[in-house]
């Protein structure tokens, strides 16, 4: 598969491969161990997870993408001071010759990143634009061989894209290197989708699960580890709530049913958010910022129950997932946020996944380019769906069952609609119908107004956006208490004491869309994300209470930090105090969270 001329490879080639000069590898050092290769030895293998960070000393390696058929196209050729990343199972890297290299492991490549700043800034933006760059060519990834229509091919493509994962798509109908792969694995047609995984396994129409563990996206969890938090849920909150415990060194494991970002995640674009005139789309740098900070991740895993019983061991909390996999933790912050609202019409099930749907995306919207589309909702996430699909759809029917946008929508969203010309809002319409067969939507069916009047329009896609429901059906039977529409309780709304944000369950909190009485904005998710943190410390700090006359935890965990980060950074004790004093950047990350551990064993 060639690389196109246009490609972020070529356009921002000297960020994408940065040159480490030889002062810099010497700070750096301190944070991996050499190792030597061999001539023809891998240094990283598609498929594969790498060891980390491998900075080349010596001799030259090799780096090459590999097709569906196992062609591989040169990308570039690593010298002395150039770094293969942590997303290094996405290419192929060989030694041309003998090479010495430097390796930095995940957990000390973290400790870099804060200790080294400005470097760790050069080395991480050169990591996001490297898995920029292979999604672009899709190269390295699974291999989805199926019509493009098909509702299977579809929920896989959403999920890969969402998780910010490369992927092909080959349409048997017409591509010979899809039908040679289906004569190679003797694959029925009815069997199709079919994905080969990056290491030749073969998948048939596999579950998102089933996907995300061949590419090993999600690992075994430690049943004997114990979290100093859970989060359950990794849109706008969970994220925030991940990336500041992370960042002051607390042990975090996120797991999400789907993917990260939440409903933020499949919005077209959130131009609302403060700081960011031009819109902010995804949660990708959320994602790897969480990362940054040693957060662990489970996505896709679904949370199927919370353990009732509560205090049998002193600030444990139990997590059942779907694998049959258990957590533990100290503490739990509940960020499931919301789950999609149906419309209640018989046969909408029969056209979910593949004419109906519940975001937009560029892969749904190239799914319906120069067609009518039919979209239902008044609030801000159906503007921004409206205002993005008519700049790929013919038309756009925005079907409304109030009397005006103004009482439910942002006005900057209202005007922008307005000044469209292929979108035609419709007010007090409801949908009535949908025709259609073998799931494929034909026809849409809506009664206007006061009149009645019954209209039929030749509609192949439907997209709905009209609110959602709490989801916290996980929680039933844990003594989280809910209320009445079944958001969860917090703080004084609860019938216990609790400190804010904390369910009627001891160091149990919920955050974001989920929470009775949350504002139902990003801006608001984050923040309570970065608050729950504060909360977290001071639940933490109750459970480890010392006696009076004893160093209090704080200054403990403050003079082991120190202590931690002075001997991984090579500065004296006292000029990390002073520093961490002056800036909370030293006494975050790796420092915090080897003096947790510490205090703890």
Request: charge should be positive.
């Amino acid at each position: 598969m060639s690389v196109s001329t246009q490609s972020i490879l070529d356009s921002r080639r000297h960020q994408l491969f940065p040159i480490l000069e030889p002062a810099e590898i010497e700070r750096v050092r301190r944070f991996g161990t050499v190792r030597s290769y061999r001539a023809g030895e891998a240094l990283a293998k598609v498929g594969e997870i790498g060891p980390g960070l491998s900075i080349i000393l010596a001799g030259h390696v090799d780096v090459t993408l590999r097709d569906q058929t196992g062609r591989r196209t040169p990308i570039v050729s690593y010298g002395p001071g150039a770094f293969l990343g942590e997303l290094a199972q996405l290419v192929d890297a060989y030694a041309q010759g003998p090479v010495e290299a430097l390796i930095i492991l995940p957990e000390q490549l973290r400790a870099l990143l804060i200790a080294e700043a400005e470097l760790g800034e050069r080395i991480m933006r050169a990591l996001i634009l490297r898995r920029v760059a292979i999604l672009e060519t899709g190269a390295g990834g699974p291999v989805i061989i199926g019509r493009a229509e098909n509702g299977d091919v579809l929920r896989l493509q959403g999920f890969l894209r969402r998780n910010g994962h490369p992927y092909q798509r080959l349409d048997p109908a017409i591509d010979p290197d899809a039908k040679a792969l289906i004569e190679r694995f003797h694959v029925d047609p009815g069997q199709l989708p079919i994905v080969l995984c990056p290491d030749g396994q073969l998948l048939r129409n596999p579950s998102e699960n089933e996907l995300a563990r061949c590419l090993r996206l999600v690992r075994p969890i430690d049943p004997k580890r114990v979290y100093d938090v859970a989060v359950v849920g990794a849109g706008p909150a969970g994220l925030a709530a991940a990336v500041y415990a992370g960042s002051e060194g607390l042990s975090v494991l996120v797991l999400d049913c789907r993917a990260f970002g939440g409903q933020a995640g499949a919005s077209a674009r959130i131009e609302n958010y403060l700081g960011f005139p031009t819109g902010i789309t995804g949660m990708a740098r959320a994602y790897n910022q969480a990362q940054k900070f040693g957060v662990e991740t489970a996505i896709p895993d679904e949370v199927a129950g919370l353990d009732a019983a509560e205090d049998l061991v002193p600030q444990r909390i139990a997590l059942t997932l779907s694998s049959n996999e258990r957590v533990s933790a100290r503490c739990l912050v509940i960020a499931s946020g919301a789950r999609y609202r149906r419309l209640s019409i018989p046969n909408l099930e029969a056209f979910e996944g593949v004419s109906v749907h519940y975001w937009a995306s560029p892969l749904e919207a190239k799914l319906c380019a120069g067609q009518e589309v039919a979209l239902v909702g008044a609030g801000n996430s159906a503007g921004q769906a409206a205002v993005y699909l008519a700049s790929q759809a013919g038309k756009v029917w925005m079907l409304v069952r109030g009397d005006d946008l103004v009482a439910s929508m942002s006005r900057y969203l209202v005007d922008r609609i307005a000044g469209l010309p292929n979108v035609e809002v419709l007010t007090r319409t409801s949908v009535t119908g949908l025709e259609g067969h073998d799931g494929m939507l034909e026809t849409v069916c809506w009664r206007r107004g006061a009149s009645g009047e019954e209209v039929r329009r030749p509609v192949q896609h439907l997209f709905l956006f009209i609110g959602a429901e709490p989801n916290t059906d996980w929680l039933s039977g844990s003594g989280v208490a809910l209320d009445t529409k079944g958001f969860v309780l917090t703080g004084a709304d609860t019938t216990n004491k609790r400190r804010p944000l904390e369910t009627s369950r001891r160091g149990v909190f919920a955050i974001g869309d989920v929470r009775s009485g949350s504002t139902k904005r990003v801006a608001a998710a984050v923040g309570e994300g970065a608050q729950v943190v504060a909360t977290l410390h001071a639940c933490l700090a109750a459970a480890e209470r010392v006696p009076t006359g004893h160093i209090s935890l704080r200054t403990r965990l403050r003079r082991a930090s120190t202590w931690a980060f002075s001997a991984t950074s090579g500065c004296s004790p006292s000029e990390v105090g002073r520093n961490m004093d002056g800036h909370k950047t030293f006494r975050w990350g790796e420092c915090v969270h080897a003096a947790l551990r510490r205090q703890r064993s």
